[in-house]
C-alpha cells in the first residue's frame, strides 16, 4: 500500500509539473507579446523611427512610411496599446492614437487600430501592414490641412456678385529664362511687364525665381500657348478672392477679403488626407461649417460712376458716398495715385479748408450767435486776433446775409465767427455731425477726422475755415454732409445690417439746424462757388480749397447733398475746389 501510495504521489507530482511548466510557458509567451507590443507603441509616441520599425517584419518599409509620416503629420502623438491577446497563427493588439496636428496642436484626431504579431525564433514581431499606424496610410502618405466650407461670395447691394474665389495662374521666371521671349508673350494680357523690369525683379531676388504676373482665368487662356514651352518658366495655379469685374477697385474691397477671410477661417474644419495614385481621400478631422454670402451695400453703378470721375486726376483724389437715411455706404473710388498712397479716402487726414464752415456756421447758428439771415461783414481780407484771414483773391462783398456770406464761402466772416465761439464750440458742433467720432464697422476702417479743442482765439480762427488743427478724411467729411441731409447720424454701414459703432454717441444736432444749413449750401450751387452744378436739381453743396505747406499748394474739396446720398470729392494739390467740384459733375451727371 504504502509502495502504491508512492507510485500514485510521483505520478501527481509530475502530472503537477507539466501542468505548471505549460502554464509559465504560456505566461512568458502573453508576456512577451505585451512588452513587444508596449516597446512598439512607445517607440511611435517617441518618433523612434529605427526603434518602431526594427519592431516589426519589414524594418525597410516601415522606416520610410514612419519617417514620412512625422515629416508630414509631426510629433505630438500618443500611441498606447490594449487588447493584447495571443491565439493559435500569432498575437493581435489595438493601438490607440491621438495626434496634436495643426498650430499649437489645437487639432485633435484621435483613433483606434487593430494589429497582429507573430513569433519567429523565440521573438516576437509586429506584422508590418501601414493601416495598423493610421487609417489611410495603405493608400498613401497622410497629410494634415485646413478643410474650408465652400466658399461665399461678396455680393453688392442689388445682389449681384461682386468678388467671388477664383483660380488665378501664377507665371513664375527662373534664372537662365529668354526675358525678352517671357515680356513678348505676356505683352497681350500685361504690357507692362518687359524684359528689363524682369530683369530687374530677378537682381533683387538674388537668383530666386520670381512671379512676373498673376493672371486671370480669361487672361491666361489668351498667352497660354506661348508661356507653355519656355524654358525656366513654370504655371502654378492658386485660388484667390477677386472681382467679377476686373476694372473695378476700391479700398472697401480689402477690408471685405479680410472680413471673408475670417469668416472662412471662423468655418472652416480639418483633414487628415492620404495621397493615393488617383488623388486625395480623407481619412479624418471634422466637416466645415456652411458660411453665408456677403450682402454689401455698394452700388455697382454708383462706384463705376465715381471710378470713371476720377480717371482723368493725376494726383491723389478720392470719393466716398454714403446713403444718408441708413449710413450705407453706396461707393468709395480712388485713382491709381490714391490708390499708390493707401486708402485715402477711409483714413487720410488732411484740412478740410472751407468745406468745414458747414460746422462753423451750425455751431454759430446754435449759439445764437446768427440766423441764415443775419448780416455779417465780408471784407477782403481782416486782421483776426493776430491772424492775418484774406478771401480768395480778396474779394469783398462788403455787408451781406450770413447764407450770402457761406455760399461765396467767405473767409473773413466764418473767422470772426469762430473766434466768438466757446472753446470747444467746434469741436462739439462737428461730433453732432460724426466727425470726430471713430466707427468699428465690419468690412471698413475707417477714421473721420479731428477737431481739437481751440484754447486760443487765434487757433478757433484758424479751425473756423477748416484749417489749423482740424483735420477730415473724405469719409468723415461725406458723414458730415450724410447728417446734415438726415439731421442726424446714421452709423455707416458696408456689410447689410451690420452698422459700425461708434467710439462715442455723436450728440444730437438741434431741430432746424441742418435745414438751416442745408440752405445755404442749396446758394452755393445756384449762386456761390458751385455754379458749375446747377444743372443738377435740387443739388446742395460746398466747396473747400486747403492750403498745406505753404500758400503755394491747396487741396480740393467738395461735398454734396443730392436727395439720399451724400458725398465727398477729394483731390491733393488740386490748386482749388473746381477740379474737386468738375469731378462731382461727372459723377452725378453719369449714368447709374
Request: aromatic share 4%; charged share 15%.
Amino acid at each position: 500500500m504504502a509502495e502504491f501510495s508512492r507510485r500514485a504521489f510521483t505520478g501527481v507530482c509530475a502530472a503537477a509539473m507539466l501542468v505548471t511548466a505549460t502554464a509559465c510557458s504560456g505566461s512568458d509567451s502573453t508576456s512577451g507579446l505585451s512588452k513587444t507590443v508596449d516597446s512598439f507603441a512607445d517607440a511611435l509616441t517617441r518618433d523612434d523611427v529605427p526603434a518602431a520599425a526594427n519592431a516589426t517584419s519589414d524594418p525597410a518599409t516601415a522606416s520610410t512610411t514612419l519617417g514620412t509620416l512625422y515629416d508630414n503629420l509631426g510629433k505630438q502623438v500618443r500611441f498606447t496599446a490594449s487588447k493584447v491577446e495571443k491565439n493559435d497563427s500569432g498575437g493581435t493588439f489595438t493601438l490607440n492614437a491621438t495626434w496634436k496636428l495643426g498650430k499649437d496642436g489645437k487639432d485633435e484626431w484621435t483613433y483606434a487600430t487593430t494589429g497582429r504579431a507573430s513569433r519567429s525564433g523565440g521573438d516576437w514581431k509586429i506584422q508590418w501592414d501601414p493601416t495598423t499606424i493610421a487609417p489611410g496610410l495603405n493608400i498613401g502618405p497622410l497629410s494634415y490641412g485646413v478643410a474650408y466650407p465652400q466658399p461665399a461670395k461678396i455680393l453688392d447691394s442689388a445682389g449681384g456678385d461682386l468678388l467671388t474665389q477664383q483660380v488665378v495662374t501664377l507665371v513664375n521666371v527662373a534664372p537662365g529664362a529668354d526675358l525678352a521671349a517671357v515680356a513678348a508673350a505676356l505683352r497681350p494680357v500685361a504690357p507692362d511687364v518687359t524684359a528689363e523690369s524682369l530683369q530687374s525683379d530677378l537682381a533683387a531676388a538674388q537668383g530666386k525665381p520670381i512671379t512676373a504676373v498673376t493672371l486671370r482665368d480669361s487672361d491666361y487662356a489668351t498667352v497660354q500657348s506661348a508661356l507653355t514651352n519656355l524654358a525656366n518658366v513654370t504655371l502654378s495655379q492658386q485660388t484667390r478672392l477677386l472681382t467679377v469685374d476686373k476694372s473695378l477697385s476700391s479700398p472697401t474691397f480689402s477690408g471685405l477679403s479680410d472680413l471673408w477671410q475670417q469668416q472662412a477661417d471662423a468655418g472652416a474644419g480639418w483633414a487628415v488626407r492620404a495621397q493615393g495614385g488617383d488623388g486625395t481621400q480623407r481619412v479624418g478631422g471634422p466637416d466645415p461649417k456652411p458660411v453665408t454670402d456677403i450682402h454689401t451695400t455698394l452700388d455697382i453703378g454708383l462706384q463705376r460712376a465715381a471710378e470713371a470721375a476720377l480717371t482723368p486726376i493725376t494726383t491723389p483724389a478720392a470719393i466716398v458716398a454714403l446713403q444718408p437715411s441708413t449710413g450705407n455706404v453706396l461707393a468709395m473710388a480712388q485713382n491709381a495715385a490714391g490708390d499708390a498712397q493707401g486708402p485715402i479716402g477711409l483714413t487720410g487726414l488732411y484740412p478740410p479748408g472751407s468745406t468745414f464752415k458747414t460746422v462753423t456756421v451750425s455751431a454759430a447758428m446754435q449759439e445764437g450767435e446768427v440766423t441764415p439771415d443775419s448780416m455779417v461783414a465780408c471784407p477782403g481780407k481782416e486782421n483776426i486776433e493776430g491772424r492775418e484771414i484774406p478771401n480768395d483773391n480778396n474779394f469783398d462783398l462788403g455787408q451781406v446775409p450770413l447764407h450770402t456770406a457761406f455760399a461765396k464761402s467767405c473767409n473773413t466772416t466764418m473767422g470772426r465767427l469762430a473766434v466768438q465761439l466757446a472753446p470747444d464750440g467746434l469741436t462739439n458742433a462737428a461730433a453732432q455731425l460724426g466727425l470726430g467720432i471713430d466707427y468699428v464697422t465690419p468690412g471698413l476702417t475707417t477714421v473721420t477726422g479731428k477737431v481739437p479743442t481751440a484754447d486760443t482765439p487765434a487757433l478757433r480762427v484758424e479751425e473756423g475755415i477748416g484749417q489749423g488743427k482740424v483735420t477730415a478724411s473724405p469719409f468723415g467729411m461725406a458723414l458730415v454732409a450724410a447728417a446734415l441731409a438726415q439731421g442726424s447720424v446714421q452709423p455707416p454701414t458696408l456689410v447689410q445690417g451690420q452698422p459700425g459703432k461708434p467710439d462715442k454717441q455723436p450728440p444730437a444736432l438741434p431741430a432746424g439746424i441742418a435745414d438751416q444749413v442745408k440752405s445755404m449750401m442749396r446758394e452755393t450751387i445756384t449762386g456761390g462757388t458751385a455754379t458749375a452744378l446747377r444743372d443738377i436739381p435740387g443739388l446742395l453743396g460746398k466747396t473747400g480749397t486747403a492750403e498745406y505747406i505753404d500758400d503755394k499748394h491747396a487741396h480740393g474739396w467738395f461735398v454734396g447733398i443730392d436727395g439720399d446720398l451724400a458725398f465727398a470729392v477729394f483731390i491733393s494739390d488740386a490748386g482749388s475746389s473746381e477740379p474737386a467740384v468738375q469731378a462731382a459733375g461727372r459723377m452725378l451727371r453719369a449714368p447709374h
